[in-house]
């Protein structure tokens, strides 16, 4: 399964974003292989609109199972929901603190 968090930075001790469709980066973690994938989201970052349904679009083509973020928008929400993407909501020092959190979860 893939996780994305929401991260300021590009790396799993970067600070978490509580930001989905303006965040930074994503850190994409594969619990089967136990490993850390940072993708850029530079494209969104400054966009004058859709920033969160573009957001929601990437992690889709990703194949995320989850996205972890601070706070999500009613339409990318709805696009991700509509993949069958769970969002999972905390507000996290770092990401490996809320990746921590979402496993920890009963979600």
Not at 43 to 55: C, E, I, K, M, Y
């Amino acid at each position: 399964m893939k996780i994305a968090v929401t991260s300021e930075g590009n790396s799993s001790d970067s600070l978490f974003d509580s930001r989905f469709g303006r965040a930074s980066w994503f850190m994409v973690y594969d619990t089967e292989n136990k490993n850390w994938n940072a993708v850029d989201n530079a494209g969104n970052l400054n966009a004058v609109h859709g920033a969160g349904t573009q957001s929601a679009q990437n992690i889709i083509n990703m194949g995320v199972s989850v996205l972890v973020t601070g706070h999500c928008g009613p339409k990318a929400q709805s696009v991700l929901q509509s993949a069958g993407i769970k969002i999972f909501e905390t507000n996290s020092g770092t990401v490996t603190e809320a990746l921590a959190g979402f496993m920890s979860s009963s979600m």
